[in-house]
Nanobody, 121 residues
Framework: QVQLVESGGGLVQPGGALRLSCVASGSFFRIYAMKWYRQAPGNQRELVAEIGSGDTTEYTDSVKGRFTISRDNAKNTGYLQMNSLQPEDTAVYYC???????????????WGQGTQVTVSS
């Protein structure tokens, strides 16, 4: 059973930083793209950043220059470094990854349970 578990959320003051982690556990063959989404109360879930299996990255405009997505394939872990956090970054952050459970099968999309990030003074 493949699972994604996020960690690293919390309460931080405006201008502060947090690093989120997303660990894939269980038995699987390969992880492809990894993405971070967020959902604030009353809003739709939005894509924040993504990193491909070749380490290409993309960001939504509102976080460019402040957030950095990365991955450590040896640890089956993705990261989201968030700097210069602002109150509007407050949301539940979700990890998402395309994972192929076996070498001969297709890849599936998995979601983590989410981690709360609150930016407030």
């Amino acid at each position: 059973q493949v699972q994604l578990v996020e960690s690293g959320g919390g309460l931080v003051q405006p201008g502060g930083a947090l690093r989120l982690s997303c660990v894939a556990s269980g038995s699987f063959f390969r992880i492809y793209a990894m993405k971070w989404y967020r959902q604030a109360p009353g809003n739709q879930r939005e894509l924040v950043a993504e990193i491909g299996s070749g380490d290409t990255t993309e960001y939504t405009d509102s976080v460019k220059g402040r957030f950095t997505i990365s991955r450590d394939n040896a640890k089956n872990t993705g990261y989201l470094q968030m700097n210069s956090l602002q109150p509007e970054d407050t949301a539940v952050y979700y990890c998402n990854a395309d994972i192929r459970p076996t070498a001969w099968g297709q890849a599936y999309r998995y979601w983590g349970q989410g981690t709360q990030v609150t930016v407030s003074s």
